[in-house]
């Protein structure tokens, strides 16, 4: 019942192809996240979005090209991934940068398989 | 860098034993938030502390924040089943508020 909702909740793509990951929230916040996870590690930020603007790039790949079209909306462009992208893809989504005592929100994530 | 160490790596209990996982940060910190994370799913935020010397309950969980705000545990009592699954906590750096340095987890296994 998470709040948070991303599709695809699976995608395998081959490394010329071009997709997209789709996250959506309507509790209002106005932080959005993209963070990746590897087996066994905690989630690594890649970006973060704040009033839909970009605040936070974590130095991504340029492969990975994120967009916030408006406020409940955030999605992820891949292009020319490796094999070594695979991972799960987690959004969030948090009050304004995570000030008002609450954590983050994260949705079921997308397991992403590069071949 | 900031780093935040978690200990243990993994913790395996019969059920109805205490766990405990334990959070050190190298610097000073803002808050701390503790996250679990069940096999195959998601992580799921549990809470925030702020204060220095906190404590928070959830019913059989115990939060705490250490007086200098460097270090931070979360006990649970009686473990069950449904406390199976990986527990990170995630610190902010008193002097950057706009990043969680995150602890690697601890997995924790619940025997029936």
């Known amino acids: 019942d998470t709040e948070v909702t991303q599709t695809p909740k699976h995608l395998v793509m081959g490394m010329t192809n071009k997709k997209s990951l789709k996250c959506e929230q309507h509790?209002?916040?106005?932080?959005m996240y993209w963070y990746k996870q590897k087996a066994k590690k905690p989630p690594e930020l890649m970006f973060v979005?704040?009033?839909?603007?970009?605040?936070i790039n974590e130095s991504v790949p340029s492969r990975f090209s994120p967009e916030c079209p408006n406020s409940s909306l955030l999605n992820l462009h891949l292009h020319a991934l490796q094999p070594e992208d695979s991972a799960l893809y987690l959004c969030?989504?948090?009050?304004?940068?995570?000030?008002?005592?609450?954590?983050?929100?994260f949705g079921q994530g997308t397991r992403l398989t590069v071949v | 860098g900031q780093q935040v160490m978690q200990i243990p790596q993994y913790q395996h209990v019969q059920e109805g034993e205490d766990f405990t996982t334990y959070c050190n940060s190298s610097?000073?910190?803002?808050?701390i938030q503790w996250y679990k994370q069940r096999p195959g799913g998601h992580p799921v935020f549990l809470i925030q502390?702020?204060?220095s010397g906190e404590v928070k309950k959830q019913k059989r969980l115990t939060f705490q924040f250490g007086e200098a705000k460097k270090n931070s545990s979360l006990h649970i009592t009686a473990t069950q089943t449904t406390d199976v699954g990986t527990y990170f906590c995630?610190?902010?750096?008193?002097?950057?508020?706009?990043?969680?340095?995150w602890g690697l987890g601890t997995s924790l296994a619940v025997n029936p």
């Open positions: 969030a989504s948090s009050p304004p940068l995570q000030f008002e005592g609450r954590g983050a929100f």
């Open positions: 509790m209002g916040h106005r932080a």
């Open positions: 979005y704040s009033y839909e603007k970009l605040s």
């Open positions: 610097t000073t910190l803002s808050n």
């Open positions: 502390l702020v204060k």
């Open positions: 995630a610190g902010r750096n008193a002097g950057n508020n706009r990043k969680l340095i």
